[in-house]
């Protein structure tokens, strides 16, 4: 038996439809959406009355595929680190490779993008930079260069 592939990458956020607005803005697309519930639901994710709204993010090459999820019960809950910095324990980031990471910066601010750091220059190889998204998910950016 071997793995087969990584499926997606699933986030809870507050609000879905602004995580799908700024994953829209950064250049992904809805493959669907749907609610979820029922025993399967409960099953699935060790959670009684389980009442959720989703979204499944495809990127453009259709390989990378975020589920962000809106948990209306029971209510999702945070560890007191809305924004945590990027070096907590646990999932840490999801990086996006853009062919021009100002632009993309200066599209997602609109839509609550903030830059962690700075844009940073990785010799003569990359730009790189880390911004809060929606619901303080950390996103990194990353431009080839040279």
Do not use: W
Not at 29 to 37: L, M
Not at 42 to 58: F, K, N, P
Not at 76 to 91: E, Q, S, W
Request: glycine share 12%; net charge negative; charged share 25%.
């Amino acid at each position: 038996m071997t793995l087969q592939r990584m499926d997606n990458v699933g986030i809870v956020v507050e609000d879905l439809d602004a995580a799908v607005a700024f994953f829209t803005e950064l250049g992904m697309e809805v493959e669907g959406k749907a609610k979820i519930e029922g025993l399967f639901a409960d099953q699935a994710v060790g959670l009684d009355g389980v009442r959720s709204d989703i979204a499944m993010m495809r990127t453009p090459d259709g390989h990378g595929k975020l589920e962000l999820a809106q948990y209306h019960t029971p209510a999702a809950i945070g560890d007191g680190l809305h924004n945590p910095p990027p070096n907590t324990l646990g999932l840490h980031r999801v990086m996006f490779a853009v062919d021009d990471i100002d632009g993309t910066i200066a599209r997602l601010r609109p839509h609550g993008a903030e830059l962690i750091g700075e844009v940073a220059q990785y010799k003569d190889i990359y730009r790189l930079c880390y911004l809060r998204g929606p619901s303080g998910i950390i996103l990194a950016l990353a431009e080839r260069i040279g």
